[in-house]
């Protein structure tokens, strides 16, 4: 399976027995790191970094692929890593769900997954 083109529309799915392939984003547009996750939930992202909020965390990037493995998707990042052409900016690779920023979100978070096992990660 390999990473697919960023677009803000939802991609059809792959035909049976055909795997959808890495593909380079078709939009030079910035987006912020929670629009990425909301377009490519539980997928591999990988963006190219162009603002930090105010604790210097990653805030927003233009999005160059999106995988489900994170191998095909590391690999994308490591060819971005050595092209000359590509938009300016540290490449970063993460999975696309949501951080949880304070203790509350954590408490409503860990409740939730306690409710519904099926959403459980499958390694745990």
């Known amino acids: 399976m390999k990473a697919r083109v960023a677009s803000d529309r939802r991609e059809r799915p792959a035909p049976i027995g055909k795997k959808p392939g890495p593909r380079r984003a078709t939009s030079a547009e910035p987006i ?3 629009r990425a996750i909301e377009l490519y939930p539980g997928e591999w992202i ?4 162009t603002g930090y909020d105010e604790d210097h965390s990653i805030s927003e990037g233009i999005v160059m692929a999106h995988s489900r493995s994170y191998k095909r998707a590391n690999d994308v990042r490591w060819k971005l890593v050595g092209e000359s052409d590509r938009p300016a900016g540290p490449v970063y690779l993460f999975e696309g769900y949501p951080p949880i920023r304070t203790g509350e979100e954590a408490r409503r978070a860990l409740a939730e997954l306690l409710e ?5 990660p499958a390694w745990w």
Do not use: F, K, Q, S
């Not at 990988?46 to 970094?49: D, G, P």
């Open 32 to 34: 912020t790191v929670d």
């Open 116 to 120: 519904h096992p099926e959403r459980w």
């Open 46 to 49: 990988v963006m190219i970094v």
